[in-house]
C-alpha cells in the first residue's frame, strides 16, 4: 500500500477548521517500538504534526517488542499499561503497533498522512470540556459544562527534541530513527469530580522536557480536555 507524503498531512491538516487552538489542542497518542519495522511511517506521521500549536503530539513506547532483538530505551510499562485500556475500553482483544489515538476516541495505524488528517477533522472533541487553567506549581480545573462527567487528571512529561535513535538489531537493524515529543513519565495527579478542582504540579525532573495535562473520562476513554502547561 502507498503512504501519502508528509506534506500531504500538513497542508490537509492546514485547511482543518475545528475548536482545536494552542489552549485546546487535538491529543494525538502514538504506540510504537524501535523494535517494529511497520513503525517508522507511524512516526513520521507524527513527527510532522508534533510542532502544532493546536495539536499535543505524544509518542509512546511499548515494552512487548523488548524481547523481540532490540530493547527500545524509551519504554515503559506503564505506557503499555495505557495501550491496554485503550484495548479494554474499546473492546480491542489485542493490542498491536503502530498504532494512533486521537482524543482517545479514533483508533487509526497512523502511517497514512491523509487519514490522520482525517481523523483528526473526525475526532475533534469541540468546545465542551471544562477549562484549565495555568498558575505557578499548579493546576485549575473546571467547572464542568452540562454533560461532562468526572475524569482523571493526568500528568505527561515529555522531551520535545527530535531525538534520533541508531537501532542495531532487531527489525529495523541498521537503521537511524527519529523521533519527537517521546513521553518519558505519566502519572495521575488526581480525580476531577466535575467542579472547580486544583492540583499540585510536581517540578520536572529535566529542564528540556515539557508538561502537558490530559483529563480523561474513564480507564482509556475520550479526552475531554488538555493543555500545554
Same mark, same amino acid.
Given at each position: ?8 498531512? =500538513?497542508?490537509?491538516?492546514?485547511? *482543518?477548521?475545528?475548536?482545536?487552538? #494552542? ?26 504534526? #508534533? ?14 517488542? &523488548? ?8 519504554? !515503559?510499562?506503564?505506557? *503499555? ?15 498491536? *503497533?503502530?498504532?494512533?489515538? +486521537? ?6 495505524? /497512523? ?17 465542551? /470540556? ?14 464542568? !459544562?452540562?454533560? +461532562?462527567?468526572?475524569?482523571? +487528571? ?14 542495531? #538489531? ?23 469530580? /466535575? *467542579? #472547580? ?6 517540578? /520536572?525532573? &529535566? ?6 495535562? =490530559? ?8 479526552? +475531554?480536555?488538555?493543555?500545554? =502547561?
Amino acid at each position: 500500500m502507498r503512504v501519502a507524503p508528509v506534506a500531504l498531512l =500538513l497542508a490537509a491538516c492546514a485547511s *482543518t477548521a475545528s475548536a482545536a487552538d #494552542a489552549d485546546h489542542p487535538v491529543v494525538v497518542e502514538l504506540f510504537q517500538s524501535q523494535g517494529c519495522s511497520s513503525c517508522p511511517p507511524a512516526n513520521a506521521s507524527l513527527n510532522a504534526i #508534533a510542532g502544532r500549536a493546536d495539536v499535543l503530539a505524544l509518542s509512546f513506547a511499548v515494552t512487548y517488542w &523488548d524481547q523481540l532483538g532490540w530493547k527500545d530505551g524509551f519504554a !515503559q510499562p506503564a505506557f *503499555t499499561a495505557r495501550q491496554w485500556d485503550y484495548a479494554r475500553a474499546g473492546r480491542r482483544p489485542n493490542v498491536a *503497533t503502530p498504532q494512533m489515538i +486521537v482524543n482517545g476516541r479514533g483508533v487509526l495505524v /497512523g502511517s497514512d498522512p491523509a487519514r490522520v488528517a482525517e481523523a483528526l477533522r473526525r475526532h475533534d472533541r469541540g468546545a465542551g /470540556g471544562p477549562a484549565i487553567r495555568v498558575a505557578p506549581g499548579r493546576v485549575a480545573i473546571g467547572p464542568a !459544562q452540562a454533560g +461532562v462527567q468526572p475524569a482523571t +487528571v493526568w500528568l505527561v512529561r515529555y522531551d520535545p527534541r527530535i531525538i534520533a535513535v541508531a537501532v542495531r #538489531a532487531g527489525e529495523n537493524a541498521g537503521r537511524t530513527l527519529p523521533h519527537r515529543n517521546i513521553v518519558r513519565a505519566l502519572m495521575p495527579l488526581g480525580r476531577w469530580n /466535575g *467542579t #472547580a478542582m486544583s492540583f499540585a504540579v510536581p517540578p /520536572g525532573p &529535566d529542564a528540556a522536557w515539557r508538561t502537558a495535562v =490530559l483529563v480523561q473520562q474513564g480507564s482509556g476513554g475520550p479526552i +475531554v480536555a488538555a493543555r500545554r =502547561l
